[in-house]
């Protein structure tokens, strides 16, 4: 069917073909595709002079700058490092009390804290360092290894539990599955420990169970929770006496305490996080407490 | 050139072979070199190999569709560098048939979640992630604990990555299942085993906390706490001790 | 449909049938205690089923040959309902997890509902359910009418239709029961790769036969699209499934390649995937649609020409945009990178050879919705492929890779181009399977129209905004100098935008589910024509065995 035909429209010849009612112009490449084409090889061949592109079985060309995504990525992170020589160098020379009194670096660490605390440490202790079940409050006064800066960062460096050579290393026995205690005496020296967080309510339901249960405890429990459960920073046992709860103060959560045992784990980071970023939180921590609520992003 | 094409369109057999010569250029210059340039993957004569246990928790990793959510490469921008760690190595995931890389970051990178976080931690994200991230749009994998883990083609896996080019050993292709049990069985005897086959130190642990059942969520823990630690060649010459 | 079929080709049938019951029962039982074994119960039912079919069909009369004056239009047909049945299916998967990524507790306590088994479904069954039916039928179509030429033999375009969707049902079926080898686009495990390798072979050789039946001397530009499409997606295919079974009987494989080969040869697949299946197959669809409802030659051949051999040469070597910065070396980045950017051109030269070719058909593009889906749909195509190639550029990407910007991107294409040109090619031929004198109802195309529009608007600017946001989130800093957001503060930015993307998905797939209702009544109510065939030029017949190309 090879009939050329002049399409009224364009005034353009058909190519003389059709295909069940389809033609098509015969009409030259509009320029602007050979400029265009032109234009990106163009742009392609000067990237590739400069660029590593071409293999070469067993090597390829390097391109003339020299450049390399890893250099890039090491020089950059240099130059950023040396942007931020100011507060560092001060940071990492100061202590802490200077830092804390020092507003200036404080909107520092706040800004660098910020970031550094919500992808490393909210998963576990919350977004606003609140904690949860197992996982400790950071912005509450109670403290299982010490609320001093040099103790957190050390806390920091090393975990608890964790394996690192120097972690620090805590664990609640499992009086129950132990079979150390019976369940009679674990009742009642949970009603004890109860008693001595609320001790108005606690005393007057179960004055019976409570004065057992002093007994059972200064006898298994003070040599890690102090004589009257006000608890041993360096074992990281928790006091038991004030109102801050790391597992849950209500009866069940406390007998499966006392029962099962406990045994909380905190990574260390020392090989993940460098040392002033572990200065910066161990400050961000501190200063997270005199927050109002609600003022974390 | 177009005259040319006017008797090449004439000739079924003739375009499609004139298709296949034009469209295999790019893939044979892209992809054959990266079996010769040596320098492509780096050399990382630390390299460990996936244990059984930590093998099956990748399948599971790959079953569950987590790659749909979770990348496991850094690049080499500053900004993942700070946020993840150093960026990733070729030679990360020389053995991993297929990687599982990513392509979409609704989750963050996993590449070195490994140790980042505790076994209790990924426990009871896993279990429900809005326990413990309350922003969290992951998909609570219950079943996970609820299931025992397979252990029976363990042996197979490792004999088809052998013959794919990772070097398994006679010994751990005989012992897989046994080491998958003894991995998540401390003090055990075939936790032993297990240390003496893939090096002292493996993670050998209850991933789940109960060494009396052997569970997928044993084995995907084990996954994601090795993700990032076969190997310390990306953390350059610096001794990384006690990790 | 059986009763199309010649004697020897029901016989033929039915031995294909038993012999896939038989490898259906030999996977069902020596991959009992496997998920194999699911499979192998699929296959024995579809095979049965198949067998049921052809036997009580094979008392009709074998037809005369006066049928081989009219073209084979019986799978087409079929085959447009099957894409408008997984458009619906996949498209609902698809807003189930996008409100999955809003409201992570809309699903199930079982495994089978998990985010990361869904997703697949959807990118499955849309791309391959979808868009591998809508390419199947229209290219039976556009085969036979362009050459003037009869399928060569009435069985193969059943094999290829129906074989490809049993691919389908055991990919889409697969991954709830956790059977995946995580390769994106090519997730099926190995049995089914070697089934749709036997398709695919049967498709291209259907193909070739049919184009050397053909009365027309030249082959018309939409069977070079075609043509690629089948061919190009076979190597991919093949390479990038290479992968050592753990045991014939069991589902498990392990790819060949690793890490950075396996990162390469993947996305050198995936990135034509892309090329190939989504853009080169809908390409020829477009090629022949647009000109035929528009009633106007094709804008410029010579620019066909460009067009078609650039984007063959140049997509293949573009897959590395998709791992810019990572562990593959910088050099192929380059190459990967420049070749996008020179694939712009030939790129756009389709979509304005497109557009340009509905030059005095304007008023029909206004008047009628069916062109209007073809005409927005070059202007997407246009317009992804420029994103795409902005995208692919490195610094670019340093921002969009990993994050919803990318979404953005595939849904523009997908939505935009793949899905508006189908919807558009299935309403111009719809009326011609069925010999109506139109659809049946003009004004729900129209409402179709608008609905589709207005969601892939609102998906891809919701995409948009959170891609952006998101990415510049992760690389914000502070004063200080340090970075300014965690992750999960990103996460928190995502939650209205995620709400907004599963809204304007439900727009879409209204939209697809009215479609789906004008079809059924096209089929059913609308009044016929009288003249059978009356758009089509007359067939030539040719003896049934003629092989001879018809020059
Ligand atoms: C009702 C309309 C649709 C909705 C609601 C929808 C929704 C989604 C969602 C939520 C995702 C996952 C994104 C993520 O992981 O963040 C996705 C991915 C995807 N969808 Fe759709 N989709 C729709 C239509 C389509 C169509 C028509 C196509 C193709 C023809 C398509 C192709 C894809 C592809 C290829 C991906 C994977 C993207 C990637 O990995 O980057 N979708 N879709
Ligand atoms: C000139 C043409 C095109 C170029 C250069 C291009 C380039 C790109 C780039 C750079 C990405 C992002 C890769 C990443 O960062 O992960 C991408 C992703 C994608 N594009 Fe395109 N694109 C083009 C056209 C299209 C078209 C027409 C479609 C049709 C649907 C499409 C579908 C996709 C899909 C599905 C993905 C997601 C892949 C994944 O990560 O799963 N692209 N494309
Ligand atoms: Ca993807
Ligand atoms: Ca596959
Ligand atoms: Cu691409």
Redesign the interface.
Known sequence: MAIRERDPHTGHMTIGHEWNGITELNRPVPTPVWWFLGAAALFSVVFWVLMPAWPLGDTYTRGLLGVDQRTTVVQKLAEAEQQQAGWRRRIAAADFAEIEADEALMRVVRGAGSALFGDNCSACHGAAGRGGPGYPSLVDDAWLWGGAPESIAETLRVGVNAPHPDTRVSEMPAFGHDQILDREAILQVAAYVRSLAEPVSAAASHSQAVAAGKEIFAANCAACHGDNGQGNSDAGAPNLSDSFWLYGGDPQTVFRTIFYGRKGHMPAWEHRLAELERKILALYIRDLRSWPEGARR | MFGFHYRLERHSIALAVAIILVASVGGAVEIAPLFTIDETVEHAPDMRLYTPLELAGREVYIREGCYACHSQMIRTLRDEVERYGPYSLAAESQYDHPMLWGSKRTGPDLARIGGKYSDEWHFAHLFNPREVVPESVMPAYRWLSRNELSTDDLGRYLAALRKVGVPYSDDMVAHAADDAHGQATPDSARARGVAGRYGEPTNIRAFDGDPGRLTEMDAVIAYLQILGQLTKAAYGSAPDAGE | MVAQLTQFERRLALIIAGLMALCGLVLAAFGH?DPIGVHGLIILAAAIGTMFVVISGSFADVPDDSHLGRYYDDPIKVGVVLAMGWAVFAMAVGDWVAW???Y?EM?F???WS????L??MHTTGIIFGFGGNALIATSFHVMQ??S?ARMPDQLSPWFVLLGYNLFCILAVTG?PM???????YAEPEWYADIWLVIVWVVYLALY?RT??RRQ??????AN?YY??FI??VA?LHI?NNLA????LA?A???????????????W?YGHNAVAFFLTAGFLGMMY?YL??RS????????????SF??I?????????H??????????????????S??L??PS??SA?NALLTL??AWHKVRDDATLRFMMVAAVFYGLSTFEGSFMAIRPVN?LS???DW??AHVHAGALGWVALITFGAIYALVPILWKRQGMYSSALVEVHFWLALAGTLVYVFAMWNSGLVQGLM??TY????????????S??AMHPY?IARAVGGLLFLSGAVVGCINIWMTARHAPGTAQDAV???PLVILASRSLE?G?
Not at chain 3, 244 to 247: C, G, K, L, Q
Not at chain 3, 324 to 330: I, R
Not at chain 3, 478 to 485: E, H, K, Q, R, V
């Open positions: 205690r999955l990524l809003a992570p699903t306590d079982a495994a998990g985010f990361g088994r997703r697949p009418r362009t003037r991954y956790g059977i995946t080898q995580s390769k994106e070739l184009l050397a027309e001397p030249h082959i018309y530009v070079w043509l690629a061919l190009v190597v390479v050592m079974p753990i045991a069991s498990k494989s392990f790819p060949i390649f690793a890490g950075v080969q396996d990162a390469m040869t993947q050198w022949y000109p035929t009633g106007r030659p094709i804008f410029s051949y010579r620019l066909s020409i460009i051999w650039g063959t040469f140049f997509y293949m070597w573009a897959g590395s998709h791992l810019h910065y990572t562990a593959l070396p910088h050099w192929v980045q380059t190459l990967g990178m420049t070749f950017a020179m712009l051109v756009w030269a304005g030059n005095g340093s890779h990993y994050t990318t979404v992760w690389r502070s004063a200080s100098g340090t970075l300014a957001y965690s992750f999960v503060e996460l928190v995620y758009r089509d030029r190309p020059e």
